[in-house]
């Protein structure tokens, strides 16, 4: 079993649309879980990031993680065309340096005009 | 704006070369990562580097090593560039306070013939 699973998609969806964006992972010591974005051609960029479990909202997203299942989501409210790329959620224990970011395969994700 | 920089966004090598790949970033960040990126297996850590002349090896270093001379800068090298690594390949850096936050470059496609 991987240590990050990701569902990759691609995910169609008109635009306006609520997105639904998960994963599920397995190692019960991560306590910071991102979300980056990736559009084509460009490097991931960090869109949220949550400790621990909880809900977190910036503007149309929203990060949720449940740790007694091992799952996290992205929410994205009245998706646009810009929203389009790839998604990737990581996650870390980041106790100490040496702890490393686990990321999930992404999922594609299309919002159509 | 943190910017992180990649010396080249496409290459094409043959089998058995020597390969550089260069990362600057300017804004002081400790940590810097290299990833690669292939289609279904996600982000995988090659080798990262917590601070200058320290280096530490990620889960796939096999074929690569790299070099950290001055903070601001990493390479990877490909000792004898094999086709199996063809990808593209990701530069990343995190400020030391905020290890969740990691900053990429745009990515350097490599091909092996």
């Known amino acids: 079993q991987k240590e990050v699973e990701q569902d990759p998609g691609p995910l169609s969806v008109p635009e306006g649309a609520i997105v639904s964006l998960n994963c599920t992972y397995s190692?019960?010591?991560?306590?910071?879980f991102m979300w980056y974005r990736q559009y084509s051609r460009k490097g991931p960029e960090l869109l949220m990031y949550?400790?621990?479990?909880g809900n977190k909202e910036d503007g149309r997203f929203t990060a949720q993680v449940d740790k007694s299942s091992k799952y996290i989501s992205l929410f994205i409210r009245d998706s646009q065309p810009s929203d389009s790329a790839t998604y990737l959620c990581?996650?870390?224990?980041?106790?100490?340096?040496?702890?490393?970011?686990?990321f999930g395969p992404g999922t594609s994700l299309s919002v159509i005009p | 704006d943190v910017k992180v920089t990649q010396s080249s966004r496409y290459l094409v090598k043959r089998t058995g070369e020597k390969v550089f790949l260069e990362c600057v970033q300017d804004?002081?960040?400790?940590?810097m990562f290299w990833y690669r990126q292939d289609p279904g297996l996600g982000l995988r850590l090659i080798y990262f580097?917590?601070?200058?002349?320290?280096?530490e090896k990620g889960d796939i270093p096999e074929g690569y090593s790299v070099s950290r001379e001055k903070k601001e800068r990493f390479s990877l090298i490909l000792e004898s560039a094999s086709t199996n690594q063809t990808s593209m390949y990701l530069c990343a850096s995190t400020p030391g306070l905020r290890p969740y936050e990691q900053y990429f470059g745009p990515g350097t496609r490599l091909t092996v013939t």
């Open positions: 949550t400790y621990s479990s």
């Open positions: 580097s917590y601070d200058v002349k320290m280096k």
């Open positions: 990581a996650m870390s224990p980041l106790r100490t340096s040496y702890d490393k970011v686990i």
């Open positions: 190692n019960s010591a991560f306590q910071y």
């Open positions: 804004m002081d960040h400790e940590n």
